[in-house]
């Protein structure tokens, strides 16, 4: 029997197959702090697909169409699957959407998105690796330079 | 082509047929049409000094008819006070039936065109866009020459910070032609833009020796060292004399060079050059004027 790292969850989300390397920044945009109940997080796991990965339990919550949108942008291949009884009801495989609103910060200071009242909005040029442009000042931001909204 | 109600923000949002369309409406432009906006009104919006975009924009509108109101420095407005450039443009659109916006403020162009319900034509948004003058670039590209296809374009100077060599780069992207990159190492055309280039078919070459290349040119286009884009004062002092044009170059061009230069210049082209009929960089700020007409007259709806 395949031995298993994490214990199972009765009710929640599990995100699997994310980058060992993005586990914890995709944890952080989830505002974990809000949350009420056990999360429990796995690194460097043994994965067919991808070499090693990570994987996030979280019990009792599911997580919006907001929130899978963020977990798309660091972890574009993770599959998020909806626990009720312990049985997978429901198996979401993340998609970028084609542009990302209200979700980035544009990091560049004199951006007016910076400075007024501003829903930020981003292209997404390529998925993978990931390339995206603000709408108003036009910078063009790659994966790492992202700045995802906490909230 | 209806352009009617459109906003003028960034050379990305133009095909090659809204391009051609605005040339051929431009070289219609150029022939006096003192009643064709009557009755219409144009606010400037200029959150920072400009000469020739301000100068012309009015120029344009007066020529059409039209009446100008507006401002050409924040200090005299109430974004002095505190009020926002959205709040600006929510009272502008009362007063205008156009808007043109210059600012420091990356993307402040696109955000009043959300703002506003009546057009508006960005007349640049710090090192971001200024498609009015890349407009105008590649008008006087087309008057000088009769085409653009084929060309062997030059661009010299500051092109890593440069905006108008990089606007006028993507839009000359839809004809065939050859762009030669003239700029010390340190300030080269930023990488990813000589990757969209040549994505798109365009042969770019790079030096940093102006005499290597400047026999092949059809137009040379001279921008200057931008002090304000340094954020070390000691690089710009470093760089701000790297090229000097005079009358040496003749030596060293085809007959028919064309030298463009957007302006203002501070001592990379000598004033000896400026009588050859190798300089149109006055006559290429002229024809801001009728491109600028053109545009007014497209976003409404009255080119015809």
Not at chain 2, 158 to 173: E, F, M, N, P, Q
Request: aromatic share 8%; proline share 4%.
């Amino acid at each position: 029997m395949k031995e298993r790292r994490i214990p199972a969850i009765k009710d929640g989300t599990v995100i699997d197959h994310i980058p060992s390397r993005e586990t914890f920044r995709i944890i952080r945009i989830l505002n974990p702090q809000e949350f009420k109940y056990p999360i429990n997080v796995a690194l460097n796991l043994d994965s067919k697909k991808m070499g090693n990965k990570g994987m996030i339990k979280i019990d009792k919550r599911f997580l919006t169409k907001d929130e899978v949108n963020k977990i798309a942008i660091l972890a574009p291949n993770a599959t998020v699957s909806i626990i009720k009884n312990y049985k997978v009801i429901e198996k979401i495989q993340v998609k970028l959407p084609e542009e990302l609103v209200g979700v980035l910060n544009c990091t560049n200071p004199v951006c007016i998105s910076s400075k007024e009242v501003v829903t930020s909005k981003f292209k997404v040029l390529r998925e993978e690796p990931l390339e995206v442009k603000c709408h108003y000042c036009e910078r063009v931001y790659e994966k790492d330079e992202v700045e995802i909204k906490r909230k | 082509m209806n352009f009617k109600g459109r906003d003028i923000i960034s050379v990305r949002d133009f095909s090659k047929s809204d391009l051609l369309y605005i040339l051929k409406i431009a070289k219609e432009m150029e022939k006096e049409k003192p009643k064709l906006l009557d009755g219409k009104i144009l606010a400037t919006l200029f959150f920072e000094p400009s000469t020739r975009t301000r100068l012309s924009f009015e120029s344009a509108m007066f020529r059409l008819g039209g009446k100008v109101l507006g401002f050409s420095d924040e200090k005299v407005s109430s974004v002095k006070k505190g009020e926002t450039v959205w709040d600006t443009i929510k009272m502008a659109e009362r007063y205008s039936d156009v808007i043109v916006i210059r600012s420091p403020v990356e993307g402040s162009a696109r955000f009043a065109a959300e703002a506003a319900s009546i057009p508006v034509i960005n007349g640049g948004d710090g090192a971001n866009q200024h498609p009015t003058q890349m407009l105008l670039d590649l008008y006087t590209i087309q008057k000088t020459k009769k085409k653009i296809e084929g060309l062997k374009i030059g661009f010299l100077g500051d092109l890593k910070y440069g905006r108008t060599v990089h606007s006028l780069a993507i839009a000359l992207s839809f004809w065939k032609v050859e762009m030669y990159f003239i700029a010390p190492d340190e300030l080269q055309m930023p990488e990813h833009y000589i990757k969209e280039l040549g994505e798109k078919g365009i042969k770019c070459h790079k030096t940093s020796d102006v005499f290597e290349v400047s026999q092949k040119l059809d137009i040379l286009y001279v921008t200057r060292i931008q002090q304000e884009r340094f954020p070390d004062p000691l690089e710009y002092e470093k760089y701000k004399n790297a090229y000097r044009l005079d009358i040496t170059l003749l030596d060293h061009i085809k007959k028919d060079l064309k030298i463009m230069h957007p302006l203002p210049r501070v001592g990379e082209i000598s004033p000896d050059l400026d009588d050859t009929e190798h300089a149109i960089y006055f006559e290429q700020a002229a024809n801001g004027v009728a491109v600028r007409k053109a545009l007014l007259a497209l976003v409404l709806g009255k080119e015809k």
